[in-house]
């Protein structure tokens, strides 16, 4: 139950296109996720979070959707660019004392020009 | 602000060996979290501390494994006596209990041979 689950494992999009990453969990305790961007030999860098009490949140060309009820969500990168290949990471947590978060098992991303 | 700092940045060790990793998390942060990331079993929380004490130690793989944090700046990783199998990029990230965001720091790539 505090398993994230994550897919694609890999995907590849055309520079200009809009790649979709989805993440599903099943602990309705859960009210804070994020995403997490990680280029090669860096650590995982926050990218956009959202709460159960919107349904998107949007920020430049990355935008989350939430379903609360499918316990679901999704990001959704706009115009992707060669410059976002990396690998994406969705990730949740209850906000008790120590904001531990459960991570996905990651995304591989490559925007081909 | 000079981020969350980890030492080394790369460990070449023998089997047998103690191995101690280091992190320096950002000042003020008071939540310290340890990840360990493989291509099998992606990122993996081993511990995590607040206020400086450690409250969940469940992810920590075995006995060899420990990890202390002494002071609010300071927190180590030892591993006793490492194995081939602990060969992997170790994570520190700190966050702040006013807020959800993690930040990471560079990892330690730690290769046991």
């Known amino acids: 139950q505090q398993q994230v689950k994550q897919s694609p494992q890999s995907l590849i999009v055309q520079k200009g296109g809009i790649s979709i990453i989805n993440c599903a969990y099943e602990n309705t305790a859960f009210d804070y996720f994020p995403w997490y961007q990680q280029f090669p030999g860096k650590g995982p860098a926050l990218l956009i979070a959202?709460?159960?009490?919107?349904s998107e949140k949007k920020e430049g060309r990355f935008t989350i959707s939430f379903n609360k009820s499918a316990k679901q969500f999704s990001l959704h990168i706009m115009d992707s660019q060669p410059g976002d290949s990396a690998t994406y990471f969705c990730a949740a947590s209850i906000a008790d004392s120590s904001y531990k978060l459960i991570f996905g098992s990651g995304t591989r991303l490559l925007v081909r020009p | 602000d000079a981020g969350v700092i980890q030492s080394p940045r790369h460990e070449v060790t023998e089997m047998g060996q103690e191995v101690t990793l280091r992190c320096k998390p950002i000042s003020g942060h008071n939540s310290l979290f340890w990840y360990r990331q493989t291509m099998m079993r992606g990122l993996e929380l081993l511990i995590y501390?607040?206020?400086?004490?450690?409250?969940?130690d469940s992810g920590m793989p075995e006995d060899r494994f420990s990890a202390k944090m002494p002071n609010a700046s300071f927190s180590t990783l030892k591993i006793q006596p490492s194995e081939p199998r602990d060969s992997a990029v170790y994570f520190c990230?700190?966050?702040?209990?006013?807020?959800?965001?993690?930040?990471f720091g560079s990892g330690t790539r730690l290769t046991v041979v």
């Open positions: 990230a700190s966050s702040s209990t006013l807020n959800y965001g993690y930040t």
């Open positions: 501390f607040n206020n400086n004490v450690p409250i969940d």
């Open positions: 959202i709460r159960p009490d919107v």
